[in-house]
């Protein structure tokens, strides 16, 4: 049977309606994220060829990321009825879990570029999307031109878009990021080849040295000399013994091929801590992460040694310390390979081949780590320390805040994450600072803040000095031996509000004498937060001892006298501070730090920001004061 005229064109018209409906809207691209520039060495070579494959990921929008300050305050300051009650693991995957009109949205974005539905698959957490797509596809998707970049010193090389990728405006808003497109963060190592960097970017922070030492001191005496652990001791009046070792844990982070050589840590015990010969950390290896590295020296062995020896020492033969030895010695590690492993809801994807953007396991290249890239399963020390660092003109602001988010995930479940501040004051690693542009520049005079150092989430740790001729009793000053401390002003993140009160009392009591535009004084994220002897450390090198100087010891340093608070509050029944900021800024800690008044941390052609009374730019809130900080936190439910 025939349809009248009417009928046909009604079907029609009804048709095209339900098909309107069920087809992804159609909005214009806009611009999500962008890179003035690239980072320090790396430089184009060629475009990418159309047909080759990349894992395209994308970043999905997490829920309740708006009311994550709230959370963390909620269990983290000492005047909240929460204080304490961290979250689980669990309750945190579900309340940050994109929803799911995010990924079909992504999903609908994908197919209409034709990238068909079996080629996409959720991660566990179901925080991304990943897909196998040609260059030609992505850049289709991304409105972008991608390129392969090498890297002048280390000669790796990397796959990702110019200076700029956009989305359509519907999808926007349920992506945070998507890789590889403008994220350097691989590891800058080059295969076959004995790289000294050992660290997760182009940038790192690393412990300097002048040299072997002929005597070794350890007399407190000496201090001004040479750092041991007793001088430590005598700094914060840190004396404590283990009692709850059982459920304490603290973690030292390390990069491999740093890596720790056994036989030091027992010169070193045999001059400084007897009863600990033979003790070795308790290694965790993620994604291949091993100690034998086939070579050494201090390049190599300076970092780990350092602040396993002075981590252990300090703790005691009662508390093991967790070594997180991350990425194996050919495709080594980022920083998101430690939080893979801390927290399955951070994961990319299980397994897969990555090579362009974090390291990618199995190898695919072969004699590398062959397991899948590990996606939780570790557990995370209730102290978990890191001395290293990216700087923030390296990365784009998404990333980085993406990876904040996370820092801020384990504070609530009672993690104190602690990152050294840099070593090269108000300036970036290597010394570069920033033009008036916001460019990278060896002459550039404005300030150039380190990543994660500026994420409010984590807790910065300066360097102080013993001054030279000084005693132990005396007040130390800010670092100015060999490295300076770290500090400013973030050029990204907000200030949070644990911290208005006492850099609103720096600004406006000490005011830099500065032309506008050297630093950012509009309100952002401000660190160090606490500090901690940084220069002339007794450190046992491949049988040998050399002085060594670097906020990488000041943070371990704080994670071992941090693990003794806890050791106390844990043998009273109560839960592990978990993150710190919001305590030590508040009233109820105004003693339980030695103040710094002395000292600054030069940089970019200036004397950087000078040490003050109260909180300051160079050395934070000061030194940890033991006695009084252990009460001050025994005070807390």
Request: proline share 8%; with cysteine.
């Amino acid at each position: 049977m025939l349809l009248a005229p009417r009928v046909l064109l009604a079907l029609v018209l009804g048709l095209a309606s339900t098909a309107a409906a069920l087809s992804p809207p159609l909005t214009p691209h806009v611009r999500h994220e962008s890179r003035r520039s690239l980072p320090r060495g790396w430089a184009p070579v060629r475009r990418a060829e159309r047909d080759s494959v990349i894992p395209l990921r994308i970043g999905l929008a997490q829920s309740n990321l708006d009311a994550l300050e709230e959370y963390l305050l909620d269990v983290s300051h000492p005047e909240s009825s929460n204080y304490g009650n961290h979250w689980t693991p669990a309750k945190v995957a579900h309340t940050f879990r994109p929803s799911a009109e995010a990924v079909d949205t992504v999903r609908a974005w994908l197919a209409d570029g034709g990238v068909d539905s079996d080629r996409v698959r959720l991660n566990p957490s179901g925080g991304w999307l990943v897909a196998n797509v040609t260059i030609a596809e992505a850049e289709g998707l991304l409105a972008t031109e991608y390129f392969v970049y090498e890297h002048a010193e280390s000669g790796h090389k990397q796959v990702g878009c110019e200076s700029a990728y956009h989305l359509p405006e519907h999808v926007a808003k349920h992506v945070e990021l998507v890789t590889p497109t403008l994220h350097f963060d691989a590891k800058v190592k080059k295969r076959g080849v004995k790289s000294k960097v050992g660290t997760p970017g182009s940038g790192p922070v690393s412990p300097k040295t002048t040299g072997k030492i002929q005597t070794i001191f350890n007399q407190l005496e000496n201090c001004n000399e040479q750092i041991t652990p007793i001088c430590l001791r005598a700094l914060y009046d840190f004396a404590y013994l283990p009692i709850a070792a059982h459920k304490n844990s603290i973690g030292i982070v390390e990069y491999t091929p740093q890596a720790y050589v056994p036989s030091d840590m027992d010169l070193f015990f045999s001059n400084f801590s007897k009863s600990q010969v033979g003790e070795r950390p308790t290694l965790v290896s993620i994604d291949g992460g091993t100690i034998d590295v086939g070579f050494g020296g201090f390049d190599v062995n300076g970092e780990s040694n350092l602040d396993l020896q002075y981590s252990m020492a300090l703790v005691g033969k009662g508390q093991p310390v967790t070594l997180y030895q991350t990425g194996d010695t050919l495709e080594g590690a980022s920083f998101n390979t430690l939080l893979d492993a801390l927290d399955g809801s951070y994961c990319t994807f299980e397994g897969g081949d990555d090579p362009f953007q974090d390291p990618s396991y199995p190898d695919p290249f072969g004699g590398g780590f062959q397991g899948p890239t590990q996606c939780g399963g570790v557990t995370p020390a209730h102290v978990i320390s890191t001395s290293y660092s990216y700087d923030e003109f390296d990365l784009t602001p998404a990333y980085m805040q993406r990876q904040c988010a996370e820092y801020a995930k384990l504070g609530l479940m009672g993690v104190t994450v602690l990152y050294s501040s840099g070593d090269f004051g108000v300036a970036a690693n290597g010394g570069i600072c920033l033009d008036s542009e916001g460019f990278p520049d060896f002459e550039g005079t404005v300030f150039a803040p380190s990543f994660p150092g500026g994420c409010p989430y984590i807790t910065s740790i300066g360097a102080t000095q013993v001054n030279p001729g000084a005693k132990v009793t005396d007040p130390e000053s800010a670092c100015m031996q060999v490295i300076f401390s770290g500090g400013g002003f973030s050029n990204v993140f907000a200030m949070p509000s644990y911290q208005k009160k006492a850099v609103k009392n720096y600004l406006t009591k000490y005011p830099p004498p500065y032309p506008a535009g050297t630093f950012n004084n509009s309100g952002s994220r401000a660190y160090p937060d606490i500090s901690a002897n940084g220069a002339n450390y007794a450190v046992a090198i491949q049988g040998e001892f050399e002085l060594v100087f670097g906020t990488s010891a000041s943070s371990p340093v704080t994670a071992a006298i941090l693990s003794a608070v806890n050791d106390a509050r844990l043998a009273l029944g109560r839960k592990p501070i978990g993150f710190i900021n919001p305590a030590i800024y508040s009233d109820l800690f105004k003693f339980a730090f030695n103040d710094i008044k002395n000292g600054s941390n030069p940089g970019c052609g200036t004397e950087g920001f000078a040490a003050q009374p109260g909180w300051d730019p160079a050395t934070g809130l000061g030194t940890p004061n033991f006695p009084l900080m252990l009460a001050a936190w025994l005070l807390l439910p």
